[in-house]
Structures are given as structure tokens and as C-alpha cells.
């Protein structure tokens, strides 16, 4: 092959195509196939050594990652793989330009063809469209160049010399921009193709419709016009669309040849031309073939894969583009173009960008996880607003932006340890303005400080007109929405249901006096749903404007309810509307930006007064919709709407119900504001909004006769039918003396005697180690060497002595000989205690392995956790229901109509219908594997002697009870064990992940085991030794499982064996592969939160209160396990 290149090639460095080929081939081994690799595109070699002609500077390793952007989608010892081949026969040589650019673009009138000038030197020759003005591509006026963006730009002009090209980069990267510019830079006009899901093969490339007196005819895809037409098509969305679908592109993109449905063929033009030469134009038109134009070009842009992104860069997909990976501006980048945009906005944006960028550059990955939030599109929306109201609150700018309050507890606190350590904290306490008032009359609007023309219309039928209350909290949030409505921006409004999101979006079209559509989304919209609505009138297909496509040409304000039930794919093509105002519907017709004003009648306008306001839940539990705010987040302009403060809520529900009294008014707001922190704990399902107290209260209002009770049951009487629900809802009412018929609860209670330890010497030498007599009395008895149960003897089973086989513990005030007395003790006398220890631990795993079940002991332990075991369990189940959602199988005999083969049906086809199933996976696709959880647990000395003290000992059982009845059902999801560690080893096993238990009686062996183990067991600590042991036998683990995670419960006593903090914290991160936490849950004074302190931002726990450590488990399970599903 080299020589065949360099024949081709002559001028291409000759070193430069062996190291290209040595590489490629290397990479191509049945070797780097064993080592999971993907396969290299060796075809597309002669590709690289045409960028290498074109442009000699370029280094091997730059355009080899071109064709194998292996970051993007290989895990971390891929890329150490593919790194290592390369650095072997492509080494980066740091000859290359850091600042590349596009010195200039000539092109001869009426040519398809333009000369490439890369930074002064290398000249070569490009297609180019036929766009004559730079009214082209929806140009970006805000657009600013940086050296990065100019490096991408002269890199993408040496690829488009040669293929075709895909972009990969993060939501906000800048993909749509540099398109943009890049359409410009070559004089092409854009055809932008929103790619979905449910996008067919067929109607990617045609559409069928019909004619005014009813035939059926095909209609061209926006693709295929770009192909005919010499635009540069842009694929937005590669990694949504389904594998079968693009697969009908090969032959476009790798031969520009293409069979359309009707019979029609598209030719390459040099193709077309000889037959035309030889056959002639009119024969070729009666042949329906087509010449596809030389300047034609596609652009794919793509999310890489990760997270909710499924793995869709397979060895197909690798044959058909050239690869770019682009990376989100630096924070020197993205503060030049803040400079240069919103120069008043400069001082705060440093303090943002600096918490930006170290989100980004975070290893932890919950952190990281943040990054896309604040995005550079959501930074520039962050300056503009800042530059305009200098005097915002930046603290809460940047939270909504993060959507802060919805985060799970762990990853909330680490943003904001990170803010602060920024300087960017609140400016003072929330203290509600309840000075903030509201004006308004024919011309204007007049909110807080800010005033607004009111709108003119003719369509004052369309704006909402209804009952508000305005309150203080309200009329804020009116003011916030105001104020970026003045800048132009989309809203998305987040919020638990019955806050009031419809209220206020209502409230406030009425003061500004917009008319709006309305469209409310569910889990059968789709996208032709979204963008038209057909049906067949006397077999001619018919299409009425959707209430977006009305909103869109009349200039009103479209309000998208309940945004977050519909598929993600289906809302993700509003993503182009909102960034370029351009839009592609599903009957063919195109929104355009009034930039792109054509007579034509497919093409739709887009009124200079059109607004969007999305309305979602909030994501996650209890709503389980789609993440809207993940993929659209920083599009949109986002506001958080809570319940009302309690000031406000009270004004609120005496307004719907001046005549009930103000003290049922303070029960019923004291009450629901307890149920909303059991729903912020994960304790109830429901949020029990203000919609719901305010229920109650218009009850009362309208039937003055009916009690309390009546119009209590009206809102819980559902709960009446889950158990649990009934425990919490009880208790929580009648705390506040509101009446309730569920049946009654009294939470278990647990009496905790407190111990005292007084240290002595006891002055007395050891003998030999032996049980003790048994005081029947159980009288407390100090020092001697006589009793069983004593504190500060010798040689007997007791605490706080030495000499003795094991602990035993006769509940009562500890007397503790010091350490060095202990450490003074013979090593026969040790030896022979550890002997009897071992004999008397080997007899009771007998005993508990004999015991039958006691239901008593085991309620001891999981009565205590059982709500939160309640609560793990509701988030699991619900997630995996929506893991496991049927969806919609298409192309059925029988079912529900499709609307998208309505013309299908007129032509007689019979698989017109759909209707729900199961969809197997996608052929190449990844398979799915479960989390790997493994518990450490402390089962040393310290654990059983200090029970008394803290209880800590308790607290552990309880939270391993807690996890086995929790995961129990799960375990195909989280393959999950259990291992101790104490003074004797570093992995004592007590629950396999091959056979977890599945019923009571294993789970209290489990316990009594290791309440055995930490009474019997020697002294010592082997807390570092089982963390390193775990990361490595979890490490060997992970390629049969999907992520793998650590959770150590241990004491805080480390310093006793010299354990410093700086070596827990490295044992911690000793992988990139495995996630480890550490939760403390006992402490002599404040061990436990100086070590936290020393630790890395959330990785260790404190936990002493027995409530809290199912919470903290909790917190790390919703932050990390939940993605599974």
C-alpha cells in the first residue's frame, strides 16, 4: 500500500505515510482485537495520506486521530493502549502550529471548487457551495474568534478536502458555531436535518404525501435536496438515531451514490457526467437518475458516548466520517469572549469560569458531572444577564443554572464547597421583600425594578386571564422570568408538581398581555405529533399547523406542559428551533430565521416575537420522567419554582380561605412543610405541595359545615392503601394535632444506656486467660481476675482489662486499664487468650448456624430502618419499571394507528399500525452489566467495646440490614458483598455476591456473625489493608461489571494505629476504576470530623446519629447506582 500512496501522493513525506501505515496496522492486529479494541478503519488509510499531501506540517498522530477518535469512546485502558501505539510509530513532535487558521478562501466566480490558504504556507483546493452573499447559515453576529476555534476551523478545511465530517463534542461545546462559521468561510448554504430516534431509513431519505386531488406522490428529504442541490447538510444528533437507519447513508457518504424508494438514483457527478456524455441528458432523466452535486457535503454533529448516551461510535460508523473531537473552551477562551461581549460582566464571570473549570478538570465524577450545567452557551447567558442587571444575585444565578436544589445531598455540599471556595456564597440570609410589589396599566409593566412595554395584540382571546394572589415569593420569581424575557431568552421552568409552574406562567403572560399555544407532552408524543397534525379527508392527506407551528408564524408564546413525560428524542429537536431559530418539521415544510427570508411556501418564518416556555418536574424521584434539563438545560433559561416560604403560603392560603381560622391554617402549612422534608429525605413519595394544602383550605372555605377531618381525607385518603405511607403520614399529622382516621403508629424506640469508662492501673500481673465465673446477680465487679463481665480485671472475659480471651459485656460503667498495661501483657498470656478467643468464635458460628430464626432479634435492627429501607426500595423499583417501559413497535398488522403512515393506509399498506412491546437491543450494542458494591464493614475490638459508649456497633448492624433488605430483588442490577475487617484481617467475608441472602433468617446469621467477630477478635486494625485489598480484587473485577463502588463503615480511631489521614485518603484513590467512600460511625470527641476534614470533598461520612447513616447510604446509592437503570 505505501507505494501506492506515495505513487499517488508523490510530494507527501515519505516518513510520514510509514508511520502512518505502521500505525494503522498495529492498530488493525488481530492483537489490539484481543485487547477489546475497535477495529481500525484501514480503508480510509489512503484518506490520511491525502491530508498529509495537502498540508505536509500536519503530524501523523493528529490525522490518525481523525479516523480513530478513540477518546471519545474507549474506557481508560483502551486509550492507555491505543496511546502506547501511538507514541511508538507516531510520536507527537510538537512541530505543529499551535495557532492554525485560515489565512484566506478564493473562489472564481461560478465554480464548485475553492483554493485553501493554511496559515500563510499551504495552499490546496476544497469543494465549495454556491451561496453568494453572507446572509448564509444563520451567522452567529455574536460569534468571537479564539485561537482554539481558528485551529478547529483550518483543521476542518484540510478534512473537508477529503471526506466527509463528523464533530464530537459536549452539549455547549460550540458544534452549532463553528458549523455556522464554517458554512460561511466556503460560501455554502445549510440544510440542517434533526435527527431522532424514531427516524426512519425512509424518511431520512423520502417522504410519501399527497397531492389536492389525492394521489400519492414522493417527496425529497432535506438530505437529498442538500445531495441534488450542493448544500452542506448537517446531521444534528448522529448519536440519537438508531444504527439500521444509518446505515443507509453508507453508499452516500462513501461512494455519493444513492437508490431513493421511488426508483430514483442519485450518481456521483463525475459518474453522471460520463453516462450523460455518452447517453445524453434526456435519456438520463427518463432514467430518474439524478446527478448528485461535486460540492456536497455532510457534517454529523454528536454527543460522545457516556452516561445516558449509549455506545454508538461502532466500526461501521468509524468507516463513514472523519472524526473531530471538540473540547469545551478553556477558561482563558471563554473569559476573552465574555470581555469582548459583556465587558461589565468581566469580574464576577472570573469567579465562575474558575468554578467552571475546576468542575471540569474534577476527578470525582459527580463533580465532573456538573460540568455540562455550566456549559460556554450557559456562561454567555450568565454574562448577559449580569451585564444587563448588574445588581442579579450571581450565587442564585449560578444555582439555578445547576439546578442545585434537585441535586442528590452528596454532590449539592460538593458544589457548594467548590462555590465557595471561589468566593461566590450568598449576599445575605433569604429573607423574603415583601416590599416588591407590582404595577401595571395599559402601556407598561412595572415588576420589583424592573418595567417592560406591555405587548399589543389583536389575539386577546389567546392571553390568559385568571385568579392570582401575588405574593412576595411570586412576584420575585415574575421579576427573574421578567428580566430574561427582556434579554430575549426561552424559559424552562422546573418544579415539583402542585407549585404553582402553570400559575405563574399564566400570571405572567396576562401582566405582559402575550397571547399564547398551548401543547402538553406525554409518553406518546412524538415528533410528528409535535410539529403537525394530519389526517386524511376524502383520501387526500390534510395537515393542520400544530400549536408550535401557530406560535411560530403568529409570533406567540408556546407553552410546553409537562415537557419532561415526553421521549427525550422528541423534545430534543425543539434544541434547533431555540439555538438557530431554524426547524425542520416532519411533513417536509422548514422553519427558517428571518435571516433566511425564500418565497417559497415550505418554508415558515419565524415571527420576531416568538417565545418558548418549557414546564418540567423536577428529575429523578418521584416523577421518573426524562431528563429534559441534561439534553436542553443550557438552551433554555432555567427557574427554579419552590413551595411558597411559610410567610408566604400563609397570606396565600388566607386569601382561598379568608374565613378558616388561622389556626388550622398554621397546622395544616406546619404540617406539609414536615412532609416535604420526609419527601426531600426520601421518606414519602409525594411532595404534598402548596396545591394540595391549598386543597384543604378552599375546602373548608366552600363547605364550612364539613370538618377538618373530611377535607384532610380528600387529599390522603390515597395513602390510606401503602403501609408505610400511612406510618409517616400519621405521625406527621398528628404532631400537629390534625385529624386523621389511618390507623395509628408508634415508632420503636430503643432505650440506650449511657456508659462511662474511668481509666485505672491495676497493678496486678496476669496469669492465664479463662471465661470467669457467672455473677447470677450480675453485679458490676472492677478489677480481680474472678468474674465473667467485669470491667478492668485480668484474665477474665470482660471490659476494659487484659489478659482476657475476648469481651464480654455486662452493661455497666467500664473502669479502663490504660494501653501501655495492656501492651505489658506476655506474649504466652496473648497467645494462649487468642487461642481460647478462637475456639470460643469457631463454637458460637456453630451456635448461630444452629439457631433457629428469632423474629424478636431481627426486629431489633430492621424495625429502626425500615422506612428508609422503604424508601430505597420505592426509588429502585420505579426506576427499573422505567428501565424496563415498553415501547412502540411500528409497522403491525393490528394495534393503534400510526400517524406517521396515515398516506400508507390511503395506498392500502396494512402494517399501519403500533402499539406497545418490548424492543430488543440494537444489533453491535454494548451488553448491560450490573454495578459492583462491596460493604466494608468494621468488625473489630473497638466496635464491641465502645458499643455502649456511641453506638456504634448497632448503627452498623442496622445499616447492613438496611442494604441487604434494600438490594434485595436487585441483584442482577447490583451484584453486591459484604466483607469485615478487624485486629485479624482485612477481608472476613459475610455476604457473597454470588449468593446474597434472600430471607431473614440469612440476614440475622449475617449480623450475629459479625456482633461474634468483633466480641472474639483480637485487637488491631487492618483498616487501610482491607481498602487497598478491595480496590484491587473490585480493579481485576471490572470488566464484568459496569462501575464498581466501595463503602467503608469503620471507627474514626485510626490515630491509636497510626494511621494518618493523608494514607486512608491515597488508599481511597488508589483506582480511577472504583469509587470509595468512608463513613464513620463512631468517635472518641471529634476523631471522626478531623479526619472528614482531612479527606478528600465527599468521600467520607460522619455519622452519629443512628437515623442519618441509611440517609448518607442513600445519598451515595442515588449519586452513583442509580444510573444503572
Given amino acids: 500500500?505505501?507505494?501506492?500512496?506515495?505513487?499517488?501522493?508523490?510530494?507527501?513525506?515519505?516518513?510520514?505515510?510509514?508511520?502512518?501505515?505502521?500505525?494503522?496496522?498495529?492498530?488493525?492486529?488481530?492483537?489490539?482485537?484481543?485487547?477489546?479494541?475497535?477495529?481500525?478503519?484501514?480503508?480510509?488509510?489512503?484518506?490520511?495520506?491525502?491530508?498529509?499531501?495537502?498540508?505536509?506540517?500536519?503530524?501523523?498522530?493528529?490525522?490518525?486521530?481523525?479516523?480513530?477518535?478513540?477518546?471519545?469512546?474507549?474506557?481508560?485502558?483502551?486509550?492507555?493502549?491505543?496511546?502506547?501505539?501511538?507514541?511508538?510509530?507516531?510520536?507527537?513532535?510538537?512541530?505543529?502550529?499551535?495557532?492554525?487558521?485560515?489565512?484566506?478562501?478564493?473562489?472564481?466566480?461560478?465554480?464548485?471548487?475553492?483554493?485553501?490558504?493554511?496559515?500563510?504556507?499551504?495552499?490546496?483546493?476544497?469543494?465549495?457551495?454556491?451561496?453568494?452573499?453572507?446572509?448564509?447559515?444563520?451567522?452567529?453576529?455574536?460569534?468571537?474568534?479564539?485561537?482554539?476555534?481558528?485551529?478547529?476551523?483550518?483543521?476542518?478545511?484540510?478534512?473537508?478536502?477529503?471526506?466527509?465530517?463528523?464533530?464530537?463534542?459536549?452539549?455547549?461545546?460550540?458544534?452549532?458555531?463553528?458549523?455556522?462559521?464554517?458554512?460561511?468561510?466556503?460560501?455554502?448554504?445549510?440544510?440542517?436535518?434533526?435527527?431522532?430516534?424514531?427516524?426512519?431509513?425512509?424518511?431520512?431519505?423520502?417522504?410519501?404525501?399527497?397531492?389536492?386531488?389525492?394521489?400519492?406522490?414522493?417527496?425529497?428529504?432535506?438530505?437529498?435536496?442538500?445531495?441534488?442541490?450542493?448544500?452542506?447538510?448537517?446531521?444534528?444528533?448522529?448519536?440519537?438515531?438508531?444504527?439500521?437507519?444509518?446505515?443507509?447513508?453508507?453508499?452516500?457518504?462513501?461512494?455519493?451514490?444513492?437508490?431513493?424508494?421511488?426508483?430514483?438514483?442519485?450518481?456521483?457527478?463525475?459518474?453522471?457526467?460520463?453516462l450523460a456524455k455518452k447517453l445524453g441528458v434526456d435519456v438520463m432523466d427518463k432514467s430518474n437518475i439524478i446527478r448528485v452535486h461535486p460540492a456536497f457535503r455532510i457534517m454529523a454533529l454528536a454527543e460522545p458516548?457516556?452516561?445516558?448516551?449509549?455506545?454508538?461510535?461502532?466500526?461501521?460508523?468509524?468507516?463513514?466520517?472523519?472524526?473531530?473531537?471538540?473540547?469545551?473552551?478553556?477558561?482563558?477562551?471563554?473569559?476573552?469572549?465574555?470581555?469582548?461581549?459583556?465587558?461589565?460582566?468581566?469580574k464576577p464571570m472570573k469567579r465562575l469560569v474558575a468554578v467552571t473549570k475546576k468542575l471540569r478538570e474534577s476527578s470525582d465524577i459527580y463533580l465532573n458531572s456538573l460540568a455540562p450545567s455550566l456549559s460556554t452557551r450557559q456562561l454567555l447567558r450568565i454574562s448577559k444577564r449580569l451585564d444587563k442587571y448588574p445588581d442579579s444575585d450571581f450565587y442564585s444565578i449560578v444555582n439555578k443554572a445547576c439546578l442545585s436544589q434537585f441535586l442528590p445531598q452528596l454532590t449539592k455540599q460538593m458544589l457548594e464547597k467548590t462555590l465557595y471556595s471561589c468566593s461566590i456564597q450568598p449576599i445575605s440570609e433569604n429573607v423574603e421583600d415583601s416590599s416588591i410589589n407590582c404595577k401595571y396599566d395599559d402601556d407598561y409593566l412595572t415588576i420589583g425594578n424592573t418595567t417592560i412595554a406591555r405587548y399589543k395584540t389583536s389575539a386577546s382571546s389567546k392571553v390568559p386571564n385568571i385568579l392570582f394572589y401575588d405574593l412576595p415569593q411570586h412576584l420575585k420569581q415574575l421579576e427573574l422570568m421578567l428580566q430574561d424575557f427582556v434579554l430575549g431568552e426561552h424559559l424552562l421552568l422546573v418544579g415539583n408538581q402542585g407549585v404553582g409552574k402553570n400559575k405563574l406562567v399564566d400570571r405572567f403572560l396576562q401582566l405582559v398581555n402575550r397571547p399564547r399555544e398551548y401543547i402538553q407532552l406525554h409518553r406518546d408524543t412524538t415528533v410528528q405529533s409535535l410539529t403537525s397534525q394530519q389526517t386524511v379527508i376524502d383520501g387526500v392527506l390534510q395537515i393542520e399547523d400544530s400549536p408550535l407551528v401557530k406560535a411560530v408564524k403568529n409570533g406567540y408564546v408556546l407553552v410546553i406542559d409537562e415537557a419532561d413525560k415526553a421521549p427525550a428524542h422528541v423534545t430534543c429537536v425543539l434544541k434547533n428551533l431555540v439555538e438557530t431559530g431554524n426547524m425542520r418539521l416532519a411533513d417536509g415544510r422548514q422553519i427558517i430565521s428571518n435571516a433566511n427570508i425564500v418565497n417559497d411556501d415550505s418554508m415558515i418564518v419565524l415571527h420576531p416575537d416568538f417565545r418558548m416556555i418549557v414546564l418540567a418536574n423536577r428529575p429523578g424521584f418521584p416523577f421518573l420522567g426524562n431528563n429534559l434539563f441534561s439534553t436542553l438545560g443550557d438552551v433554555f433559561s432555567c427557574h427554579i419554582v419552590d413551595n411558597p416560604s411559610r410567610e408566604s403560603e400563609t397570606q396565600l392560603l388566607k386569601s382561598y380561605g379568608p374565613d378558616v381560622s388561622v389556626e388550622v391554617i398554621d397546622q395544616v402549612i406546619a404540617a406539609f412543610g414536615d412532609l416535604r422534608q420526609l419527601f426531600d429525605q426520601n421518606l414519602v413519595s409525594y411532595p404534598y405541595s402548596t396545591r394540595e394544602a391549598v386543597n384543604i383550605i378552599k375546602h373548608l372555605q366552600i363547605y364550612p359545615q364539613d370538618t377538618l377531618l373530611d377535607a384532610i381525607r380528600n387529599v390522603f385518603d390515597f395513602d390510606c392503601y401503602?403501609?408505610?405511607?400511612?406510618?409517616?403520614?400519621?405521625?406527621?399529622?398528628?404532631?400537629?394535632?390534625?385529624?386523621?382516621?389511618?390507623?395509628?403508629?408508634?415508632?420503636p424506640t430503643q432505650k440506650k444506656n449511657l456508659q462511662i469508662t474511668v481509666e485505672k492501673e491495676s497493678g496486678l500481673d496476669v496469669s492465664s486467660p479463662k471465661h470467669g465465673k457467672v455473677d447470677e446477680k450480675n453485679e458490676p465487679h472492677v478489677g480481680g481476675n474472678t468474674w465473667a463481665g467485669g470491667t478492668g480485671g485480668r484474665d477474665t472475659a470482660g471490659l476494659g482489662g487484659k489478659g482476657g480471651p475476648y469481651r464480654l459485656d455486662a452493661k455497666h460503667k467500664v473502669f479502663q486499664v490504660s494501653d501501655a498495661e495492656k501492651?505489658?501483657?506476655?506474649?504466652?498470656?496473648?497467645?494462649?487468650?487468642?487461642?481460647?478467643?478462637?475456639?470460643?468464635?469457631?463454637?458460637?458460628?456453630?451456635?448461630?448456624?444452629?439457631?433457629?430464626?428469632?423474629?424478636?432479634?431481627?426486629?431489633?435492627?430492621?424495625?429502626?430502618?425500615?422506612?428508609?429501607?422503604?424508601?430505597?426500595?420505592?426509588?429502585?423499583?420505579?426506576?427499573?419499571?422505567?428501565?424496563?417501559?415498553?415501547?412502540?413497535?411500528r409497522h403491525q398488522t393490528s394495534g393503534e394507528l400510526d400517524d406517521?403512515?396515515?398516506?400508507?393506509?390511503?395506498?392500502?399498506?396494512?402494517?399501519?399500525?403500533?402499539?406497545?412491546?418490548?424492543?430488543?437491543?440494537?444489533?453491535?450494542?454494548?451488553?448491560?452489566?450490573?454495578?459492583?458494591?462491596?460493604?466494608?464493614?468494621?468488625?473489630?475490638?473497638?466496635?464491641?467495646?465502645?458499643?455502649?459508649?456511641?453506638?456504634?456497633?448497632?448503627?452498623?448492624?442496622?445499616?447492613?440490614?438496611?442494604?441487604?433488605?434494600?438490594?434485595?430483588g436487585f441483584e442482577d442490577k447490583i451484584s453486591y458483598d459484604i466483607v469485615g475487617h478487624s485486629g485479624e484481617t482485612e477481608c472476613l467475608k459475610f455476604v457473597d455476591k454470588s449468593n446474597p441472602p434472600t430471607d431473614n433468617k440469612r440476614r440475622l446469621d449475617v449480623i450475629k456473625k459479625m456482633h461474634a467477630h468483633t466480641q472474639f477478635c483480637m485487637a488491631g486494625d487492618n483498616t487501610l489493608q482491607s481498602v487497598i485489598y478491595a480496590q484491587k480484587t473490585l480493579e481485576a473485577e471490572r470488566t464484568d461489571f459496569d462501575e464498581a463502588i466501595i463503602i467503608l463503615l469503620s471507627d474514626a480511631n485510626l490515630s491509636r494505629y497510626n494511621i494518618r489521614p493523608d494514607r486512608l485518603a491515597a488508599a481511597l484513590n488508589l483506582s480511577e476504576d472504583v469509587q470509595s467512600f468512608a463513613i464513620f460511625i463512631g468517635s472518641l470527641g471529634d476523631q471522626a470530623d478531623m479526619l472528614t476534614k482531612s479527606l478528600p470533598a465527599g468521600k467520607s461520612f460522619v455519622c452519629m446519629d443512628l437515623k442519618n447513616i441509611p440517609q448518607i447510604i442513600q445519598q451515595i446509592f442515588m449519586s452513583s447506582i442509580m444510573s444503572v437503570f
Avoid at 8 to 31: F, H, I, W
Avoid at 309 to 324: S, Y
Avoid at 335 to 344: D, E, F, G, R, T
Avoid at 722 to 747: C, D, F, M, R, Y
Wanted: glycine share 4%; hydrophobic share 35%; net charge neutral.
Fill in 722 to 747: 401503602s403501609k408505610e405511607a400511612q406510618e409517616v403520614i400519621t405521625n406527621v399529622l398528628n404532631k400537629h394535632k390534625l385529624p386523621i382516621k389511618l390507623s395509628p403508629w408508634a415508632g
Fill in 900 to 968: 406517521s403512515k396515515l398516506i400508507e393506509g390511503v395506498i392500502g399498506e396494512r402494517s399501519i399500525y403500533r402499539k406497545r412491546g418490548n424492543v430488543d437491543p440494537q444489533i453491535g450494542a454494548p451488553q448491560l452489566k450490573p454495578k459492583r458494591l462491596r460493604f466494608i464493614v468494621d468488625v473489630s475490638g473497638s466496635m464491641y467495646r465502645f458499643n455502649n459508649y456511641d453506638g456504634r456497633l448497632d448503627r452498623e448492624l442496622e445499616a447492613v440490614i438496611m442494604v441487604m433488605e434494600a438490594l434485595s
Fill in 1 to 274: 500500500m505505501l507505494n501506492d500512496l506515495i505513487a499517488e501522493y508523490p510530494t507527501a513525506p515519505k516518513e510520514k505515510l510509514e508511520n502512518v501505515l505502521s500505525c494503522a496496522y498495529a492498530l488493525a492486529s488481530p492483537e489490539s482485537s484481543e485487547l477489546g479494541l475497535h477495529d481500525f478503519p484501514i480503508e480510509k488509510v489512503p484518506i490520511v495520506a491525502k491530508l498529509i499531501y495537502n498540508n505536509p506540517s500536519v503530524s501523523p498522530n493528529n490525522v490518525l486521530k481523525r479516523l480513530y477518535p478513540y477518546e471519545s469512546f474507549m474506557n481508560p485502558d483502551g486509550k492507555r493502549s491505543v496511546n502506547g501505539i501511538l507514541s511508538s510509530f507516531c510520536p507527537e513532535n510538537g512541530d505543529e502550529a499551535i495557532n492554525r487558521h485560515v489565512t484566506s478562501v478564493g473562489r472564481p466566480d461560478n465554480q464548485n471548487e475553492a483554493e485553501v490558504l493554511l496559515d500563510n504556507s499551504k495552499r490546496f483546493k476544497v469543494p465549495s457551495g454556491n451561496a453568494t452573499s453572507i446572509n448564509v447559515a444563520a451567522v452567529f453576529p455574536e460569534f468571537v474568534d479564539t485561537n482554539y476555534q481558528n485551529a478547529v476551523l483550518s483543521d476542518l478545511a484540510l478534512s473537508h478536502s477529503a471526506a466527509d465530517i463528523c464533530i464530537i463534542g459536549p452539549r455547549g461545546s460550540g458544534k452549532t458555531a463553528i458549523v455556522n462559521r464554517f458554512a460561511t468561510t466556503f460560501h455554502y448554504n445549510v440544510e440542517t436535518v434533526s435527527l431522532y430516534q424514531d427516524l426512519t431509513a425512509r424518511d431520512l431519505i423520502q417522504q410519501r404525501t399527497t397531492l389536492p386531488n389525492g394521489d400519492t406522490v414522493w417527496k425529497y428529504s432535506p438530505l437529498v435536496v442538500a445531495a441534488i442541490e450542493g448544500k452542506l447538510a448537517v446531521l444534528d444528533g448522529l448519536h440519537r438515531l438508531h444504527l439500521s437507519t444509518l446505515s443507509v447513508l453508507h453508499r452516500l457518504i462513501q461512494d455519493r451514490d444513492l437508490q431513493l424508494h421511488d426508483g430514483t438514483r442519485l450518481l456521483r457527478s463525475d459518474r453522471y457526467d460520463k
Fill in 305 to 346: 458516548p457516556g452516561g445516558t448516551i449509549p455506545q454508538w461510535i461502532t466500526p461501521e460508523v468509524l468507516n463513514m466520517f472523519i472524526f473531530h473531537e471538540l473540547r469545551p473552551l478553556s477558561a482563558v477562551e471563554e473569559l476573552k469572549i465574555v470581555q469582548h461581549l459583556y465587558p461589565n460582566s468581566v
Fill in 823 to 889: 501492651d505489658a501483657v506476655p506474649e504466652h498470656v496473648k497467645e494462649a487468650a487468642r487461642q481460647m478467643g478462637q475456639k470460643a468464635y469457631k463454637e458460637r458460628l456453630k451456635e448461630i448456624e444452629m439457631t433457629e430464626y428469632d423474629d424478636k432479634v431481627y426486629n431489633e435492627y430492621s424495625l429502626p430502618v425500615k422506612n428508609q429501607v422503604q424508601a430505597l426500595r420505592v426509588i429502585l423499583n420505579s426506576l427499573q419499571a422505567k428501565s424496563q417501559e415498553r415501547q412502540w413497535v
